[in-house]
């Protein structure tokens, strides 16, 4: 679950391992919650989420988006990130997105968790994939066209990435990934 506010309401963003899907609620009125609109793979262009895992919202320029993870089936189906606009919550918009495999994203596969960070005027996602055992980070400065930055794996340079399943950042003078 992720939370939001957009406007003068709070939002939850609930990924749906079994649905396929994402459902936003309005819990701006926690004692009444409100289905606000619901995301489901396959239908209006949204085209990976498929096993939804884990949902990160950011603010890029003056657009709200929600990334999705996917784990795929460690088979036929790959993971992903799905990117989604919902800067209107009860209109949300396919933005982008990507494949583990596909146009230099290599470590998406069991994609689970994603942290999302700025540097300087750059946006990046940076996903944790537990069947690639590794690290993808992805720059969505602009969020209809990402792009892969780089991808690290459990191996000679990183020995503890095997089955990784959570990512967070931390910043002090400079920004570190855990």
């Not at 819990?27 to 409100?34: A, E, M, S, V």
């Not at 999705?68 to 396919?94: E, L, R």
Request: proline content about 4%; aromatic content about 6%.
């Amino acid at each position: 679950i992720a939370i939001t506010t957009i406007g003068s309401s709070t939002y939850a963003l609930v990924a749906s391992y079994i649905d396929n899907g994402v459902q936003i609620i309005d819990i701006t009125n926690p004692y009444l919650p409100t289905n606000v609109s619901a995301i489901k793979n396959a239908q209006n262009n949204f085209t990976t989420l498929l096993y939804a895992t884990f949902v990160a919202i950011t603010t890029i320029d003056s657009s709200t988006y929600a990334l999705v993870a996917t784990p795929g089936s460690g088979g036929s189906v790959k993971g992903g990130v799905q990117i989604i606009d919902i800067t209107t919550p009860s209109a949300p918009i396919a933005t982008s997105a990507v494949i583990d495999g596909q146009n230099g994203f290599t470590r998406l596969n069991g994609a689970n968790s994603i942290i999302i960070t700025t540097i300087g005027s750059s946006t990046y996602a940076l996903v944790a994939s537990a069947l690639d055992n590794g690290v993808q980070i992805i720059d969505i400065t602009e969020p209809s066209n990402p792009t892969p930055t780089s991808a690290i794996s459990d191996g000679s340079n990183y020995q503890e990435l095997q089955g990784a399943k959570f990512i967070t950042t931390v910043v002090s003078s400079s920004s570190y990934a855990l």
